[in-house]
Every structure is written in structure tokens, then in C-alpha cells.
């Protein structure tokens, strides 16, 4: 499943996130798992990962018994403050308030596609990274290929 696209919405008083139509319909619920995994973001979002995504991910990252101290302390921050929720029958998640808070997004949000997951921003936030960063979009996407290729180049792998 790739996620794209950026969706404008409003949280209700309890603070429940209706996931887009479009997503929900994409996401086979067979392979993926029911629910979401709330996780936090970089640059202060809130990612959402399919219950399948989100095992395949924890599983690149086997625990060892003696790892690195930022290994340990990133581990333990990002799955304690990670939480499962369901969706009710609206399509509609509960977003915590205090992953709300630490995030500080407040009622308007953007949700928007990355590949392998989705983010929420809060809109003001999201709509001043998109006015900020897309002149710079085409050297971004050159600058993200140059790295990847360079990557590639010193695992090994051919050209």
C-alpha cells in the first residue's frame, strides 16, 4: 500500500480523526490489520502506521541485549509513546490529547500520504512547510536521489 495525497480536516470535541474514504477503501484490512498504530512524527506530527506496517518496521528493528545508548533511549520513546487504536464505523480514530499536545496540533489538521504511512500535521504548520519547501522541490528531489544512489554505491551493490 503507498499513501499519497493531503486531506484538510477538523478534529471533533473528543478529538476523533475521520481517516479519508480513499484510504480507508485502499487499505486491505486481510493483509494490513484493523486499526492504526499512532506514532510520533518528525518535525512535530503524528505518523499512522497499519497494524502490518507497523510490526514489519519493529521487526527491522530487533531488540539486542546490549545496543547503544540513543538506540535504547529512541526505542523507548517511540514505543511507549506509540498507542493502538480502532476505528469505529464511521472511519473515525481517537487521537490522544497528550500525543496532541506534545505534537501541539491543534483542530485543523492536515493528514497526508508518505509512501508507507500517513501524517497528521496541524494545518497551519503543514501549510507553511508546503510554502516554504516546494520552490526547493526539485533540489530536494535531486539532492534524496544523489543520496540514495550514493547508498547503494557503498553497500556494494552495482549500479
Known amino acids: 500500500m503507498i499513501f499519497t495525497g493531503e486531506f484538510s480536516y477538523r478534529l471533533d470535541a473528543k478529538n476523533r480523526l475521520v481517516i479519508p474514504a480513499q484510504v480507508r477503501d485502499g487499505v486491505d484490512i486481510q493483509q494490513e490489520g484493523q486499526g492504526w498504530y499512532l506514532v510520533p512524527g518528525f518535525s512535530g506530527t503524528i505518523s499512522l502506521y497499519t497494524p502490518a506496517m507497523f510490526e514489519r518496521l519493529a521487526g527491522e528493528q530487533q531488540a539486542e541485549l546490549f545496543r547503544l545508548?540513543?538506540?535504547?533511549?529512541?526505542?523507548?520513546?517511540?514505543?511507549?509513546?506509540?498507542?493502538?487504536?480502532?476505528?469505529?464505523?464511521?472511519?473515525?480514530?481517537l487521537i490522544p490529547d497528550v500525543m496532541l499536545r506534545r505534537a501541539r496540533i491543534g483542530k485543523e489538521v492536515s493528514i497526508i500520504g508518505v509512501r508507507d504511512h500517513l501524517e497528521i500535521?496541524?494545518?497551519?504548520?503543514?501549510?507553511?512547510?508546503?510554502?516554504?519547501?516546494?520552490?526547493?522541490?526539485?533540489?530536494?528531489?535531486?539532492?534524496?536521489?544523489?543520496?540514495?544512489?550514493?547508498?547503494?554505491?557503498g553497500s556494494g551493490s552495482a549500479s
Open 69 to 93: 545508548k540513543n538506540i535504547r533511549d529512541y526505542e523507548r520513546l517511540h514505543f511507549a509513546l506509540s498507542a493502538r487504536v480502532d476505528m469505529d464505523r464511521l472511519g473515525r480514530i
Open 121 to 153: 500535521w496541524d494545518q497551519a504548520r503543514w501549510d507553511e512547510f508546503v510554502n516554504g519547501s516546494f520552490a526547493a522541490h526539485d533540489d530536494m528531489a535531486l539532492s534524496a536521489y544523489e543520496t540514495k544512489r550514493n547508498e547503494t554505491r
